[in-house]
């Protein structure tokens, strides 16, 4: 069974301060990870995937297959960052099916 | 970018009747959709797989005959909740992939039965 949790449903920085959000996964195989994220009345859309390895907005992160983790982190939160992120889980062959996380609320103070 | 259109955005339903949701691709062709549930402060739970041409995958304790999907092309896919209760009040969301490892997804349909 494939599983993804992210342990903090809210998160609160002031803007210019780091942030991180925690994703951990349990999976028998080798996952994809993604992170999407929603914004405040708008569709879920695709953040960041480990397999392209590429910073989105600054966002960036690393999969850390040892301690089964897929943190999302930025150096300095913006505002506008202020958005619901869900860290989610493709198996290998299972046709893009994602297993989301609970999702944290980032909501990012001036 | 790849565009997910969801109709209705917002249906009210008597208990009882059935609602069908629609999910277009725009401007992708999409061997696979997928239709999830969000409860409210809650994540995306994975109702069923569509493929199209051949019958839907449905997830462990999602009832087939309450939720039928068709995928009757690569840009259509519908969700059908029939005899509907106020208990399947739900957004209701799809997603595409057009086979690179990304899925697009729709605006969500928010269900509401009385």
């Known amino acids: 069974a494939q599983r993804v949790t992210q342990p903090e449903k809210l998160l609160s920085v002031f803007k210019g301060a780091p942030v991180e959000l925690k994703c951990n996964y349990s999976y028998s195989g080798s996952p994809e990870l993604f992170w999407y994220v929603q914004y405040s009345r708008q569709r879920l859309q695709l953040l960041l995937r480990h397999i392209s390895r590429e910073s989105i907005k600054g966002f960036t992160a690393d999969l850390n297959k040892g301690e089964t983790s897929f943190h999302l982190k930025k150096p300095f939160a913006q505002e506008e960052d202020s958005a619901m992120y869900y860290c989610?889980?493709?198996?290998?062959?299972?046709?893009?099916?994602?297993?989301f996380g609970k999702g944290t609320l980032l909501t990012v103070n001036p | 970018g790849a565009v997910v259109s969801q109709h209705p955005s917002r249906v009210i339903c008597k208990s009882g009747t059935s609602v069908k949701i629609e999910c277009r691709s725009l401007d992708f062709q999409a061997t696979t959709m997928f239709w999830y549930r969000q409860f409210p402060k809650q994540s995306l739970m994975l109702m069923a797989t569509?493929?199209?041409?051949?019958?839907?995958?449905?997830e462990q304790g999602v009832e087939k005959d309450k939720f039928l999907i068709n995928h009757a092309s690569l840009t259509l896919s519908t969700l059908t909740v029939t005899s509907a209760h106020p208990e399947d009040s739900s957004f209701y969301i799809c997603?595409?992939?057009?086979?690179?490892?990304?899925?697009?997804f729709g605006q969500g349909t928010r269900l509401t039965v009385v």
């Open positions: 569509s493929n199209e041409g051949s019958k839907a995958t449905y």
């Open positions: 989610a889980l493709s198996g290998m062959g299972s046709n893009y099916k994602l297993t």
């Open positions: 997603s595409a992939s057009k086979g690179d490892l990304e899925a697009f």
